[in-house]
């Protein structure tokens, strides 16, 4: 089956350590994506990669690093520096991340609580 | 700068439908999306609209004019299991996602 993977689903770690999520994809899909969720607004963007060996930030990459070593692979390290890092958090993939309708498809998500 | 307006709520009843809004203001547009997302899950794809017009899937629709930066998803014939948050999201100039913060659907027997 097709599809994206993120795990784990739930994390709990303490404040100033850094913990890497996990996000795998065997859709083939040149896009990836990492979305950050908080209640009451909407999706934003974290970091995006268009193509192996490149990524760019979104709107709010502080306190964030990712990689992208392979194709099917988009870790996200959220790391101490991150100011309030508990939140749910979205991998997503998609065919080019450049033309046509190239809808994202989502991993089930990853919910990080900071203590 | 960039914003998409949703209701924040909306209830409806069961076999009944809902029309939920979606207005934006973007730098530029490269087409609207319409996920559903189930409350602790990840969102779905529901809908993507490019052109002016109905787009209809089912049960679900989805309008799109341009020139009033306005969207709606129609829902017809509700069911328990649509209770969700809907998300609309514009693809602007820079082709990235602008997502408004959701519409939380109760539907009520």
């Known amino acids: 089956d097709g599809g994206i993977t993120q795990s784990p689903k739930y994390l709990f770690r303490k404040e100033g350590q850094n913990v890497t999520l996990s996000c795998e994809q065997n859709l083939n899909h040149d896009a990836m994506y990492w979305y950050r969720q908080d209640p009451g607004q909407g999706l934003r963007l974290i970091y995006y990669?268009?193509?192996?060996?490149?990524?760019q930030k979104g709107d709010i990459a502080e306190g964030y690093s990712v990689s992208r070593e392979k194709k099917e692979s988009f870790p996200l390290t959220v790391t101490s520096a991150q100011k309030n890092p508990t939140a749910f958090y979205l991998c997503?993939?998609?065919?080019?991340?450049?033309?046509?309708?190239?809808?994202?498809?989502f991993g089930p998500g990853t919910r990080l609580t900071v203590l | 700068g960039q914003n998409i307006d949703q209701p924040t709520e909306m209830t409806a009843t069961e076999g009944a439908i809902v029309q939920i809004n979606c207005t934006y203001q973007?730098?530029?547009?490269?087409?609207l999306f319409w996920y559903q997302q189930h409350a602790g899950e990840a969102p779905t794809f529901l809908s993507y609209?490019?052109l002016d017009g109905l787009e209809e899937k089912g049960r679900f629709s989805s309008f799109l004019s341009r020139s009033k930066g306005y969207s709606y998803l129609l829902l017809k014939e509700l069911q328990m299991k649509d209770s969700a948050s809907y998300l609309c999201a514009v693809r602007d100039s820079n082709y990235q996602l602008i997502w408004g913060a959701g519409t939380k659907l109760i539907i009520k027997p």
């Open positions: 997503a993939s998609s065919i080019t991340g450049t033309s046509g309708p190239d809808t994202q498809y």
């Open positions: 973007t730098s530029g547009f490269n087409g």
């Open positions: 609209n490019v």
């Open positions: 990669s268009q193509i192996v060996n490149d990524f």
